[in-house]
């Protein structure tokens, strides 16, 4: 059984900084993207960010900039390092793994990200 459990949200001033972790554990595949997505109240889950097996990165435009996405195949792990930190960034934060030979996918329990003075 694959889990993805996450950590490292927080209440945050804006500018501020936090760093999300999403630690794997179970047979997630070798090649595999591992994604950041968010979810604000009344809003619809968007993807913040991705990386491939590879190294391949995408963002987001509201983000680019100021987040990157990386990972430890080493620890199945994702990281999400958030600088400069806005208002708008407030959601709940979802890691997301996805085999991409199979398709099978995989969802984190969420953590909360709130930017605020």
């Known amino acids: 059984q694959v889990q993805l459990v996450e950590s490292g949200g927080g209440l945050v001033q804006p500018g501020g900084s936090l760093r999300l972790s999403c630690a794997a554990s179970?047979?997630?595949?070798?090649?595999?993207?591992m994604r950041w997505y968010r979810q604000a109240p009344g809003k619809q889950r968007e993807l913040v960010a991705a990386?491939?097996?590879?190294?391949?990165?995408n963002y987001a435009d509201s983000v680019k900039g100021r987040f990157t996405i990386s990972r430890d195949n080493a620890k199945n792990t994702v990281y999400l390092q958030m600088n400069s930190l806005k208002p708008e960034d407030t959601a709940v934060y979802y890691c997301?793994?996805?085999?991409?030979?199979?398709?099978?996918?995989?969802w984190g329990q969420g953590t909360q990200v709130t930017v605020s003075s």
């Open positions: 997301n793994v996805e085999n991409v030979i199979t398709h099978r996918a995989y």
């Open positions: 179970g047979s997630i595949g070798i090649i595999n993207a």
């Open positions: 990386i491939t097996s590879g190294e391949s990165r």
